[in-house]
């Protein structure tokens, strides 16, 4: 079945930056976009922004623009959201999710990475 | 940026009950809405898309309508693992934006 796997909950000082990985299995890697949600504690949910698996074409929020990177490694199916100059209110459970048929729904979802950025 | 806003915020009913969410968007978004499931500690679950579509493997009692401005995710008989937060989210232009959510619960 598809599946997303996320990389464990991270901590991070102000200032510092963090990766995200994705770990995709269960379909192919490069026909699907991939996009980034973000929610912070208590709080809705925010989209960060897309990569392209196939070509590493890219589309970021304007909120994040500037600040974080996406991309992606083929071999092993897998992608990976850098997010840099953290603040504390970069606090919060980061997710991905597969497009679900090019149609910018996001099915499924990754079970989520919590980032605390504290000093 | 379209805006999403959900009401009512939170719902309190009991199983077997119909509950009645609604998402309003600051302007025309044709069909280009999807609703999502979120209970605590998990990943959102996409139950809607294009506003009346079921997503695969969702029950039958979940039904989502509406079109322009104006959506509706009804649930026609609450079973106890449908108490969860729902959110709607707009597909229609950049960015991807989300409503703030509506909690159901007991």
């Known amino acids: 079945q598809v599946q997303l796997v996320q990389s464990g909950a991270e901590v991070k000082k102000p200032g510092a930056s963090v990766k995200v990985s994705c770990k995709a299995s269960?379909?192919?890697?490069?026909?699907?976009?991939l996009y980034w949600v973000r929610q912070a504690p208590g709080q809705g949910l925010e989209w960060m922004g897309w990569?392209?698996?196939?070509?590493?074409?890219?589309n970021y929020a304007q909120n994040f623009q500037g600040r974080v990177t996406m991309t992606r490694d083929t071999s092993i199916s897998t992608a990976y959201m850098e997010l840099s100059r953290l603040r504390s209110d970069d606090t919060a459970v980061y997710f991905c999710?597969?497009?679900?048929?090019?149609?910018?729904?996001?099915?499924?979802w990754g079970q989520g990475t919590l980032v605390t950025v504290s000093s | 940026e379209i805006v999403l806003t959900q009401s009512p915020a939170s719902l309190s009913l009991s199983p077997g009950e119909r509950a009645t969410l609604s998402c309003r968007a600051s302007?025309?978004?044709?069909?280009?809405l999807a609703w999502y499931q979120q209970k605590p500690g998990q990943a959102p679950r996409l139950l809607i898309y294009?506003?009346?579509n079921r997503a695969t493997g969702i029950p039958a009692r979940f039904s989502g309508s509406g079109s322009g401005t104006d959506f509706t995710l009804t649930i026609s008989s609450l079973e106890p693992e449908d108490f969860a937060l729902y959110y709607c989210?707009?597909?229609?232009?950049?960015?991807?934006?989300f409503g703030g959510g509506t909690k159901v619960e007991i």
């Open positions: 990569i392209n698996p196939n070509s590493g074409g890219t």
């Open positions: 294009d506003a009346s």
């Open positions: 302007q025309s978004i044709s069909s280009f």
């Open positions: 999710a597969r497009d679900r048929a090019g149609d910018n729904w996001f099915d499924p």
């Open positions: 269960g379909y192919t890697f490069t026909g699907y976009y």
């Open positions: 989210q707009q597909r229609s232009d950049w960015p991807l934006t």
